[in-house]
């Protein structure tokens, strides 16, 4: 038993104080943000981009995982982290609808979307927020690069130099092709009240109508260094060509519609539409539909032949020409092995 003149109970009480006054100045210099992990049969990623998030050294934050209606062992894998994550169940009404599900439930002025197969990097929220506390507050979204990983984790090394550095995106470089990845992006909470939610209409590039609506109304910042690990699988939305075509048109005749940017200003137009068919080239090809994927190709080329400014479109018509003879290649190579 302690005695009258033990001062342990005084130190530990003096301890907690100091540590509650602590917590309260983190809160008080630190915003809180809210880390939305939407998640739908990932229960073998979930665990990393979990601890990913734990790991940080940016307080206060929560988690709120959004379960769109797994059929694996998502609720269990969430479960084993106890109250240091929140989980929410829906019946399945794919990835914008559980994003959504995911910001009405936050608590904190500032949201980050992590996807539940990717994962940050050390410290990559205090980047962020140290970037907010710069900037202005018009500036509504700040995001990193990435770094790309196998299904494993494993670092997948890019021959292709990067060409655009970090700063400000406008919403006609978002327009014209993705600048980030989701898994990089916070957000302030007030966006969503001007600019409303992601279309649950969409099944895939809601990301990046999402971010022009946003950079339509607010400043948008780029980090110009990796902030996360995007892993690249088979079940990859990007992976599905059709899926994709369509939802990038849906989405550029959408922005055309809301005038964005002027439906008459044609040039442009024709700039956005070359890239799209350039990046649907790509998929289809990636798919083994090497016909297709040259007919768009070829359109990329006839809708904007010049040679643009590589910030703004990395693909002039000499690589695209080099492409299209490489898919040619390939595709005689693939009919000789029998591989297609």
């Not at 509650?20 to 073998?44: E, H, K, L, T």
């Not at 990845?181 to 990046?208: H, I, K, Q, W």
């Not at 990636?286 to 007919?295: L, N, Q």
Request: charge should be positive.
């Amino acid at each position: 038993m302690a005695s009258s003149n033990d001062p342990r109970p005084f130190l530990l009480g003096q301890s907690m104080s100091i540590m509650a006054f602590a917590q309260q100045a983190s809160a008080r210099v630190n915003p809180g943000v809210s880390v939305v992990i939407p998640a739908y049969n990932y229960a073998r990623y979930l665990g990393a981009a979990l601890d990913s998030v734990l790991s940080q050294d940016y307080p206060p934050i929560e988690i709120v995982v959004v379960d769109d209606g797994s059929t694996d062992n998502t609720r269990e894998v969430v479960a084993a982290y106890g109250e240091r994550v929140r989980y929410l169940f829906q019946e399945n009404a794919g990835l914008p609808a559980a994003r959504n599900a995911g910001i009405k439930a936050a608590q904190y002025p500032f949201i980050a979307f992590l996807d539940a197969d990717d994962m940050w990097l050390p410290g990559m929220l205090r980047r962020i927020m140290e970037t907010y506390a710069q900037l202005s507050e018009e500036f509504g979204l700040i995001a990193g690069k990435r770094i790309l990983t196998d299904q494993e984790g494993k670092v997948i090394e890019s021959k292709r130099k990067e060409v655009s550095p970090g700063g400000e995106v406008t919403v006609r470089d978002l327009i014209f092709r993705s600048r980030f990845s989701p898994s990089s992006v916070v957000t302030r909470r007030a966006v969503f009240e001007n600019c409303g939610y992601f279309d649950t209409e969409l099944r895939s590039t809601e990301d990046r109508d999402m971010w022009i609506r946003i950079a339509a109304r607010w400043r948008v910042h780029l980090i110009g260094e990796p902030l996360i690990y995007v892993r690249t699988h088979a079940n990859n939305m990007s992976k599905n060509a059709d899926r994709m075509k369509r939802n990038m048109q849906t989405v550029m005749a959408k922005t055309r519609r809301n005038e964005i940017v002027s439906r008459w200003n044609v040039l442009f137009w024709l700039r956005v539409q070359s890239y799209l068919h350039y990046q649907t080239s790509l998929l289809l090809n990636y798919e083994g539909r090497v016909a297709e994927a040259v007919k768009d190709l070829i359109l990329s080329v006839a809708l904007w032949p010049f040679f643009l400014t590589p910030t703004r479109f990395n693909e002039p018509t000499l690589f695209r020409l080099r492409r299209l003879a490489h898919y040619f290649l390939d595709g005689a190579e693939k009919r000789e092995t029998g591989r297609v």
